[in-house]
């Protein structure tokens, strides 16, 4: 036990549960899609600028604009209606 003794230091002051218990099955299902799309998009672009085919300089605002027809502000209206569901938020 001695040795988990430092680690209190590193004990969050709260713990927030996942928001999505909080989604219809509707909206879990829509998040999920959406989900995919935004993290396929987000991996396939991280890959061209770590692999250099694409550049932070020349194409950052194409990788920007793509995000446009993802329909993100579906995706955080669902998410923000959750965290005020949960509580988190007001």
Same mark, same amino acid.
């Given at each position: ?28 299902? /829509? ?30 605002? /194409? ?21 005020? /569901? ?5």
């Amino acid at each position: 036990m001695r040795c988990a003794d430092g680690l209190i230091n590193y004990v969050p002051e709260e713990v927030w549960a996942p928001v999505a218990r909080f989604y219809t099955a509707e909206e879990a299902s /829509e998040m999920s899609q959406l989900r995919s799309e935004i993290d396929t998009y987000h991996s396939e672009w991280r890959a061209y600028f770590i692999s250099g085919q694409k550049s932070l300089d020349d194409d950052w605002d /194409e990788y920007v604009k793509g995000y446009d027809g993802m329909r993100l502000d579906r995706w955080l209206e669902i998410y923000t209606k959750a965290l005020k /569901e949960a509580g988190y938020i007001k």
